[in-house]
């Protein structure tokens, strides 16, 4: 069926070091949206990336989506404590009708 | 004050009883959306709906039910027929396949 995989599982930096999460889709998407959750709440909407080739830019949190538009990156600059949490991609299914989550990438950030 | 609002926070179930999380959105959303979301795991699928009174099966139903009789509101039943329904049940809201608001969780125990 229809998957969207994320990779790494989990990573561990120490504060300042880069970070750098990525997606891949089974099937072209429409769109790629990002979320982060905090441990112990709910995920959070960043961004949604919709153009082959888009690079977008959030403070140190830089998105891209491929040119095929079935892959997507989320790159963190210097990481902080605050960066902590869980970051998802999610991207429309089935002609639109639901919406599929990656696995998720943990991210730790050591002081 | 517009968003989605999930209740119980905590619930606990017992064994071969059924349980009603709800969901309520005032975001005038026609897409929501269950997830079912394990220690350090993903957000994994159980039921979408786009628009009243239809729904679908996500990517893990089985011994899940729901109903869509208004706009507004997308309960969720873990029914007995779920042999392991300790997990965090987070619900969202979309216009269609936009950017997500989800609700704070119910956290439910099998007791």
């Known amino acids: 069926g229809q998957q969207v995989m994320q990779i790494p599982q989990y990573q561990h930096v120490q504060e300042g070091e880069d970070f750098t999460t990525y997606c891949n889709s089974s099937t072209t998407l429409s769109n790629i949206q990002w979320y982060k959750q905090r441990p112990g709440g709910h995920p959070v909407f960043l961004i949604q990336?919709?153009?082959?080739?888009e690079v977008k830019k959030q403070k140190r949190l830089t998105f891209q989506f491929g040119e095929a538009k079935k892959n997507s990156s989320l790159h963190i600059t210097a990481t902080q404590t605050t960066d902590v949490g869980t970051y998802f991609c999610a991207g429309p299914m089935e002609y639109g009708n639901k919406l599929v989550f990656g696995a998720g990438t943990i991210l730790r950030v050591k002081s | 004050d517009g968003g989605i609002t999930q209740s119980p926070k905590y619930l606990f179930r017992k064994e071969g009883q059924n349980v009603t999380l709800s969901c309520e959105q005032n975001?005038?959303?026609?897409?929501m959306y269950w997830y079912r979301q394990d220690p350090g795991q993903g957000l994994r699928l159980i039921y979408y709906?786009?628009?009243?009174?239809?729904?679908q099966k996500g990517d893990i139903a089985e011994g899940y039910s729901v109903s869509r009789e208004k706009k507004e509101s997308f309960p969720l039943t873990v029914t007995s027929a779920q042999k392991n329904p300790t997990a965090f049940y987070l619900c969202?809201?979309?216009?269609?396949?936009?950017?997500?608001?989800f609700g704070q969780g119910t956290r439910l125990t099998v007791v």
């Open positions: 975001l005038n959303h026609d897409a």
């Open positions: 990336l919709v153009k082959s080739g």
């Open positions: 969202a809201s979309s216009y269609s396949w936009t950017e997500a608001f």
């Open positions: 709906s786009q628009i009243v009174n239809d729904f």
